[in-house]
């Protein structure tokens, strides 16, 4: 560990000693396309869903992947920013939006393949201006700060869908992501504590955060309320069905509900490891996956797992139905396809 952290400071030192040579100018990743690489299939990647019969995924350095034949092969997609990115949903075959750090928002019309920069930073820091984000300054970062990290994106509809991010920032879109409106005063959540997933749920639609918050939109009053749970560590994800809603976080914790919420019964994992993501496959099973690379199947809703033996194990951070039995899991080593 001492090494990690002396060996760069080392190398800067030594730098330092040179003559100065001309730099060359600062290029903002967020207006960067990202570097083609043959290798991108096995960078870190984020996230990963299905988009009709395709399947794309994304993570660091702006890296947009797809896949045409259920994850055998990968393809590099265009795209306008290089910055990390966190989150993708396609709410058709077609239509699909990515989002990550420095408040990018990224928008598909073709499955995946070309990807167009739909908002930003600067644009989310003057929306907040301009909607008077003063009721709820904790949103805002840092004064006159552009680093909005968003992490989680959801569409119902091609119209209308949610970005949402660190310090309680939700922006909300009614026309396909051309305009935004600032939803952060519109929450349950005072301490303005991180949201990282938003997920539909047995008829509602929810947000899981840090410190055990869930919320719900309440959709007369156009306002998300919190949900009482019994666990106060962190829940990084959501997995949903239409009868069931799956809380899922630190050491292993994952808890159901099959009544919107009003209860909650515990769903004995056998893991300390965090779990990071789950899915529901074709058959109605639920996948859930680990920081620690541990793959877990619920064949009866959530109520019991069991864990898949993984050769080669690494983080695993989101997981998709690749279909033909097979499943696609990203993650530090980049894509993994698992029969």
Request: net charge neutral; charged share 15%; hydrophobic share 40%.
């Amino acid at each position: 560990m001492f090494e990690q952290w002396i060996r760069p400071v080392i190398v800067v030192a030594a730098l330092s000693c040179l003559p100065a040579l001309a730099q060359p100018t600062f290029r903002d990743p967020l207006n960067v396309p990202p570097m083609p690489s043959a290798l991108a299939a096995h960078a870190p990647l984020n996230a990963v869903v299905r988009a009709g019969d395709r399947l794309v995924a994304v993570g660091l350095r702006g890296t947009i992947l797809y896949s045409e034949d259920f994850g055998k092969n990968w393809q590099q997609a265009q795209s306008p920013s290089s910055t990390d990115l966190t989150a993708v949903y396609f709410t058709t075959p077609l239509l699909g939006w990515a989002v990550g750090h420095q408040g990018v928002v990224l928008h598909s019309r073709d499955g995946g393949r070309r990807w167009e920069k739909q908002l930003d930073g600067l644009a989310i820091g003057a929306l907040l201006r301009q909607q008077g984000q003063e009721t709820n300054a904790l949103a805002l970062p840092t004064q006159g700060s552009s680093d909005f990290p968003l992490l989680d994106v959801w569409f119902e509809s091609a119209q209308n869908g949610f970005v949402i991010g660190a310090f309680n920032l939700i922006l909300r879109t009614e026309d396909g992501g051309k305009s935004w409106s600032n939803w952060s005063s519109r929450t349950q959540n005072p301490q303005a504590l991180h949201l990282y997933a938003i997920r539909p749920a047995a008829g509602g639609v929810y947000i899981a955060g840090e410190q055990g918050l869930l919320l719900r939109l309440n959709p007369a009053k156009q306002h998300f309320e919190g949900v009482t749970t019994p666990y106060k560590g962190s829940y990084f994800n959501l997995v949903g069905t239409p009868q069931l809603i799956l809380a899922i976080g630190l050491r292993g914790t994952a808890y159901r509900s099959t009544d919107q919420g009003q209860s909650w019964q515990k769903a004995e994992t056998g893991l300390s490891s965090s779990l990071a993501a789950g899915t529901v496959r074709a058959d109605g099973s639920i996948v859930l996956v680990s920081l620690a690379g541990d793959l877990l199947q619920s064949h009866d809703q959530g109520r019991t797992f069991t864990r898949r033996s993984l050769e080669q194990p690494a983080p695993y951070f989101a997981v998709a139905d690749a279909g033909e039995a097979c499943l696609s899991l990203v993650g530090l080593r980049g894509v993994r396809q698992v029969k």
